[in-house]
């Protein structure tokens, strides 16, 4: 053939890969985006997807992800102008660079929203993506890895879709493979499964994750040691037989020391996944706390600040809302002191929320377990946030049902002094009603009670006649006789300066 003849297509051919190229590296700025997409991007990209030379089809399909990766509208284009089905038909014939660049493509697509996640799995990715996962490349099992961990993470049904389309087992392989990054986001992919259902968690668990999930923990690279821990959160949230799964595949003790990890999220996830196991039954609570994770769970909480603490803060409440003697070993742990510090000092409401719900469930088992609370002032603080007038209703709700379980169990009396002065009539009662209780068998206490002035602050009490409120006030005054009520009652003073009055005038 004439150089004549072949000039023009040369010439052709260089054109479309300075295009290609200049486009794909135009994508990576988001302020050429609305330039780009201006220009009528999509519409010319779309036959470069099946231009005879393979590298003009990988930069086409790579300018296109990084469109769609920018935002959403960007990947509606994509789906509208029908190219998700080019990419999927030549997913499986293409050459592994291909393969990665439409992978990209159908991640960025269906990362945005369940609707286009179930617009790539209508056009018939999932088959073609599971595929990859066969693929002898690494670098093309990650691309479809991630891709179908960016449509599963979105609704139980897509994440069922995957399953059904045969990714699990494929997915525990990934997890098995010497290289990090595939690790990585496999095990992603699995978590973003598990988290749905109980059912989904079950796949997971019976193609047989969990042992390789728990011989991960340990592992160097922090965002795998994320992802592990959250997997085996996902599983273990679901029900008690999945979070015992977990627990018999060894996680205890390695899962401990991953909360002194060097990494934040590392500790954070670890923790999260501790939680999940101990909020499923007292048994698991207890093996736990057999392990020690008590002490290293007051020590992270120490450690941690902001919504970090929050798994923490949870994972003691739910240990100590079962029995009193796991309670009793959070108190001996020194367990209070970091739950009071957060309900005090940390500006996120849901973590003041969690502390006042955790310290509740750890107080209100018996006298000895409210008056640990009481001796570390924790009533009154309890109270001040449930009266701040910038608490959210929650946290209102969380620390009134704190304050009353431990009040109705404490008769440590010097603690609830203070709150007699301090306290609404809602709280006021409960605090009333411990004095009512106590305070006939203890002569020591009802002294105590005249000479801190207690017995005069109930006299000035505002309560309506018939109430609650009244009829503890009204028993605690017959507690003690009729001239010290009247002695501390409003108006006695006035009756004194008369009587005085009447004297002199005699």
């Not at 295009?19 to 997409?37: G, M, S, Y």
Request: hydrophobic content about 45%.
């Amino acid at each position: 053939m004439s150089r004549a003849v072949l000039q023009p297509f040369e010439v052709y051919q260089k054109a479309r890969v300075q295009f290609v190229q200049t486009v794909a590296e135009l994508a990576k700025r988001p302020q050429n985006i609305e330039a780009l997409q201006s220009a009528g991007v999509m519409s010319l990209l779309r036959p470069l997807l099946l231009d005879c030379v393979p590298s003009i089809q990988q930069s086409a399909a790579l300018a296109l992800g990084r469109l769609a990766k920018h935002s959403e509208d960007l990947a509606e284009a994509v789906v509208s102008n029908e190219i998700l089905p080019q990419l999927v038909s030549s997913l499986g014939e293409q050459n592994r660079f291909y393969k990665k660049a439409a992978a990209f493509v159908l991640r960025c697509v269906a990362k945005h929203s369940s609707t286009l996640a179930m617009a790539v799995v209508n056009s018939g990715a999932l088959e073609a993506l599971v595929q990859c996962l066969e693929e002898f490349d690494p670098s093309v099992k990650e691309a479809a890895a991630s891709a179908l961990r960016y449509i599963a993470k979105h609704t139980a049904d897509l994440a069922q879709a995957v399953v059904d389309a045969g990714a699990v087992p494929l997915l525990v392989l990934c997890i098995q493979e010497p290289e990090t990054t595939l690790k990585r986001v496999s095990a992603g992919a699995l978590s973003e499964i598990c988290k749905h259902s109980a059912e989904l968690a079950q796949n997971v668990v019976d193609a047989g994750a969990a042992p390789f999930l728990s011989a991960l923990i340990p592992h160097h690279d922090a965002e795998l040691k994320r992802s592990v821990c959250f997997c085996l959160a996902n599983i273990a949230k679901h029900t008690i037989d999945l979070a015992e799964a977990i627990v018999d595949v060894d996680i205890f003790p390695k899962i401990l020391y991953r909360l002194k990890d060097t990494d934040p999220g590392v500790r954070k996830a670890a923790a999260t996944c501790i939680r999940e196991i101990a909020r499923q039954s007292q048994d698991l609570a207890k093996m736990i706390c057999s392990a020690g994770a008590v002490v290293s769970i007051v020590d992270y909480i120490n450690e941690a600040k902001g919504d970090a603490r929050l798994p923490g803060i949870m994972t003691l409440g739910f240990i100590g809302a079962f029995d009193e003697a796991l309670a009793m070993g959070i108190i001996a742990a020194k367990g209070i002191a970091p739950l009071k510090d957060a309900l005090i000092k940390e500006p996120d409401q849901s973590v003041k929320s969690a502390s006042a719900w955790s310290l509740g469930m750890i107080g209100g088992h018996s006298a000895d377990h409210s008056r640990a609370m009481a001796e570390a002032d924790v009533p009154s603080h309890l109270l001040a946030v449930y009266k701040f007038p910038e608490s959210s209703e929650d946290l209102k709700k969380k620390s009134s049902q704190a304050l009353k379980s431990i009040l109705q169990m404490c008769t440590y009396l010097p603690a609830l002094e203070p709150l007699i002065s301090e306290a609404p009539p809602d709280i006021l009662q409960y605090v009333l009603h411990q004095f009512q209780k106590t305070l006939p068998n203890d002569n020591a206490a009802k002294k105590q009670f005249v000479l801190s002035e207690g017995l005069k602050k109930i006299q000035e009490i505002k309560a309506n006649p018939g109430s609650k409120l009244r009829q503890y006030i009204d028993e605690i005054n017959s507690y003690y006789p009729p001239e010290i009520i009247q002695y501390y009652s409003a108006g006695y003073e006035q009756q004194l300066l008369k009587k005085l009055d009447d004297y002199n005038a005699d």
